[in-house]
């Protein structure tokens, strides 16, 4: 089976392809920011070509896409206008009354400085659904509907979102609102909140469907576009676009809940590092993906996923109550534009050179530094080896840039300020990979840091150092690892509901019907897929608190049929659940389930490329030796440069030594080694640490010692 994974980043489009016999095609093409699907077409017809594929012939097309989060943090998205219950028109504007900065009078908030929708568009109408059953309080008044609906045509909005008050109860109101737009105002995007969102909480609800209705016609009109130059290439089948939730789903699904991708490309990077650490035999890794405007960080705990908190769901300083993947990123990459501040101080970011001009040394139109020019200036990348010798770099033109604008004003040589450079941005991610681990519960020393994206494994030696993190693994593949992860992603869907019961008021068996019915939505959703029986898995799950608690926690639904013997699991269930997050648990405390959710999953065969050769003794042959300059000596130091394909499984190599391949580089520093694994995985640790163990695969999941 030929399968293509096409991730669109801020400065590159990376593309992966594997063909009938599991060979491998590799490909980057700079990405196009006015339009993302040139780049993407360029970048598959790129790879078929150097696979000698025919691009026609492609059984699969798994996608990340950045559209929807840009149009969100760039506040470029629709103008939406809303139909709400009277009385309810500014929940969008008043939140919760909570800041993100508690005591400071100097703030923005984004949902009223950027409002998703003018509070001159968003209009109240007569009607009333009623808690807890959904019973009819005010009928509808269509006649109030239709001069709304009119209204928001006449200001030529693009997108209309329903929210209405407990919807999730009984649709019925918005559904009614849904064929009057359709009979009023066919060409509007229209996202109701019992579709989108089909759960209690009013602001958190009713921001997640403006968002969809903020990106929505952006995201079909990219997919449109993308499908007519696919179509052009001759390729006609589905495109699968990976989600937030861990998951792609098909066009149709996206276009219907476009919300769902404003994590699309960091989590194809979470999937592809998880694969990439499981394969080296780390079942807890800290992913850590560096491209040329972010730094994306993701924590995987004996080999499972993790989900954020719906609280911390937020892109662009709007709260979303939507399944996410726990990853966190920060405005640190290769494309980082490094300034002096008012003060005096260097700084580094977020402002971010991107694909156009990007930095300096792509003679490309670039002036500014960034944190590439910096490793170019340290000797860490070499001007012919960039992107396997097709695209140049100039280490004139770095040096030129961190000169003129950091050095000379700073009165330091080009070398410190390019150090300076790097940690100041290594500083940052060591922060933010904190933040997402040792805040949360986990001890970053039991943790491999898999590294990836094309500057991850140029930063890893440092923040693994800091962090005492134990091993580092630079996957085969690292410059293109989110696309390597979108291929073999299951397909899911997600199905959620409301309950807010007590588990002792609870019909256990009303409550067995309602996951059923979401169970045959997941199915037949995965059949329209196409995935047969055997290939769909349908997954409960539960978010529960004690009662009295302000918010609740997610975890996975015990097995079995709903009785008395299940709530008593559930009960268990959550009492451990709440005891990991917070280190206590009242068990005599009644529990309430508030949401019930279903995941439907179709299963796809893991991609899994060719192992390597064993190398059977022989030690890998450097191509070479440079000044490179490493943070563990302070200065520029003799390395060996050694081309990763010319390494083989089993072989060792010492540092100091830099590592080049086409879509990423690797640092060994000194004190350190690398040892390549069956599946190219390079697994680089403390010198002393590998001469005292059998193998470079320590973690504390897999039971074995841990040296600091």
């Not at 009277?86 to 009354?97: Q, Y």
């Not at 995201?219 to 989600?243: K, V």
């Not at 390597?612 to 890998?620: A, P, Y």
């Amino acid at each position: 089976m030929k399968q293509i994974g096409v991730d669109v980043g801020g400065t590159f489009t990376d593309v992966f392809l594997v063909g009938d016999e599991g060979e491998v095609v590799v490909h980057k093409v700079p990405s196009t920011p006015e339009d993302p699907s040139i780049a993407t077409i360029d970048g598959m017809r790129g790879a078929c070509e150097r696979g000698s594929v025919d691009m026609t012939a492609l059984d699969m097309v798994f996608h990340g896409s950045t559209v929807a989060t840009n149009a969100v943090l760039q506040r470029s998205g629709a103008k939406v206008g809303l139909i709400t219950t009277k009385g309810f028109r500014d929940v969008l504007h008043i939140a919760r009354h909570k800041r993100p900065m508690n005591f400071s009078l100097y703030q923005e908030l984004p949902w009223q400085k950027w409002p998703l929708v003018p509070r001159r568009l968003r209009l109240a109408v007569t009607e009333r659904v009623h808690p807890p059953n959904g019973e009819v309080l005010t009928p509808l008044d269509e006649v109030e509907v239709r001069e709304a609906v009119a209204h928001l045509k006449e200001q030529e909005v693009d997108a209309v979102a329903v929210c209405f008050l407990h919807s999730y109860l009984n649709p019925a109101h918005e559904q009614r609102v849904a064929e009057i737009l359709q009979e009023d105002f066919p060409e509007a995007f229209v996202s109701l909140r019992h579709a989108v969102c089909p759960e209690y909480r009013e602001y958190e609800a009713f921001n997640t469907v403006a968002v969809n209705a903020y990106v929505g016609p952006v995201t079909s009109a990219y997919m449109e576009r993308l499908a007519i130059r696919l179509t052009e290439a001759g390729l006609n089948g589905d495109i699968h676009f990976m989600t937030s939730t861990g998951g792609v789903e098909s066009t149709d699904a996206v276009a219907r809940k476009p919300v769902n991708m404003l994590l699309s490309g960091p989590v194809a990077g979470v999937l592809g590092g998880m694969s990439a650490g499981r394969s080296a035999g780390f079942e807890n890794v800290i992913t850590f993906d560096v491209g040329g405007t972010s730094a994306d960080i993701g924590v995987i705990h004996k080999g499972q996923v993790r989900h954020k908190h719906w609280l911390d769901n937020e892109v662009g300083g709007f709260h979303l109550r939507t399944s996410m993947v726990d990853v966190s990123s920060i405005g640190a990459g290769g494309g980082s534009i490094a300034y002096i501040d008012r003060g005096g101080m260097l700084q580094v970011g977020p402002r971010s050179a991107g694909a156009e001009p990007g930095p300096a040394c792509y003679g490309t139109g670039g002036e500014e530094p960034t944190v590439t020019d910096a490793q170019v200036v340290l000797g860490r990348m070499r001007e012919e080896s960039f992107l396997g010798g097709r695209m140049s770099i100039s280490r004139d033109l770095a040096v030129q840039a961190v000169t003129e604008k950091i050095a000379e004003p700073l009165d330091m040589t080009v070398e410190d300020a390019a150090a300076g450079i790097i940690r100041i941005t290594t500083s940052m991610m060591t922060a933010a990979i904190e933040l997402n681990s040792v805040r949360k519960g986990f001890d970053p020393r039991e943790f491999a840091l898999v590294a990836f994206g094309g500057a991850g494994p140029l930063f890893a030696p440092d923040i693994a150092a800091e962090l005492e993190i134990p091993d580092i693994v630079a996957p085969r593949y690292p410059g293109i690892a989110s696309a390597m992860g979108l291929l073999g992603s299951d397909m899911v869907h997600d199905y959620r509901g409301t309950v807010v019961s007590v588990l002792s008021e609870l019909d256990p068996v009303a409550l067995e019907q309602r996951f059923r019915d979401m169970e045959g939505d997941a199915r037949a959703q995965l059949r329209r897929d196409g995935f047969a029986e055997d290939a769909a898995v349908v997954e409960r799950y539960l978010e529960c608190r004690y009662a009295g608690q302000g918010y609740e926690i997610r975890y996975d639904a015990p097995a079995g049929q709903v009785d008395a013997d299940w709530f008593t699991m559930v009960a268990d269930g959550f009492h451990e659940v709440h005891e990991r997050e917070y280190a206590h648990a009242f068990r005599e405390n009644e529990i309430e389930i508030v949401n019930i959710g279903v995941r439907g999953l179709g299963q796809l065969e893991a991609v899994k490329p060719p192992a390597l050769v064993l190398s059977d003794g022989k030690t890998g042959t450097p191509m070479g030796e440079r000044d490179v300059w490493f943070e563990n000596a302070a200065a520029m130091v003799p390395t060996a440069i050694y081309s990763r394909d010319s390494l083989l499984s089993e072989q060792e190599v010492d540092g100091p030594a830099v590592i080049e391949q086409e879509d990423s580089t690797v640092l060994i520093p000194p004190g350190h080694s690398g040892r390549v694994d069956v599946a190219g995985n390079l697994v680089i640790s403390p010198r002393h640490k590998i001469a005292g163990a059998k193998s470079p695969k320590t973690n504390s999941s897999r039971g074995e010692d841990r040296t600091p």
